[in-house]
């Protein structure tokens, strides 16, 4: 994305992620983990800060560090990263509330060109199905697969 972003470390699958938001209140430590799925090569997106006390993941905090724009291309960066040890993956991505949910979906339409020249973008309707990625339309969560290119041509 050709926005600013935190550096993050990682563990040696790459599926989990760790840096720190940097804003009006305070230094925020965040994590980015992938979680395998039911299905082969599908994993979860979880993403929120990390609570102090217990080391886990809470995703229904709400921070507002006045970094989000730099919070999201940091995620979005652990994507190329995580694709690129695991080509294969499916990815999928829901916000913790409805709220959340359409920050991401804002984020996806206000970068969809840049994102489907390396991705498949689906999104999740009510029903949970899957349909490819329509700007304006409201969905409860989203799946994302790389494209695998080869001599210049994309296949799934």
Known sequence: MKYQRY???ADEDLHIYEFISVGNKGRIRKVVEY???NLENFYNLAFGDI???TGEINDEVITNNG???KVLSTVASTVYAFVEKHPYAWIFATGSN???TRLY???I???LVEIQSDFHVFGMLPDETFEEFIVGEDYIGFLIKRKIKSYGNSRT
Request: hydrophobic share 20%; glycine share 4%.
């Open 98 to 100: 409805e709220v959340r």
């Open 7 to 9: 550096e993050y470390s």
């Open 35 to 37: 979680s395998e799925m």
């Open 51 to 53: 609570d102090e006390n």
């Open 109 to 111: 339409t206000n970068n």
């Open 67 to 69: 970094d989000s724009l």
């Open 105 to 107: 979906r804002m984020g």
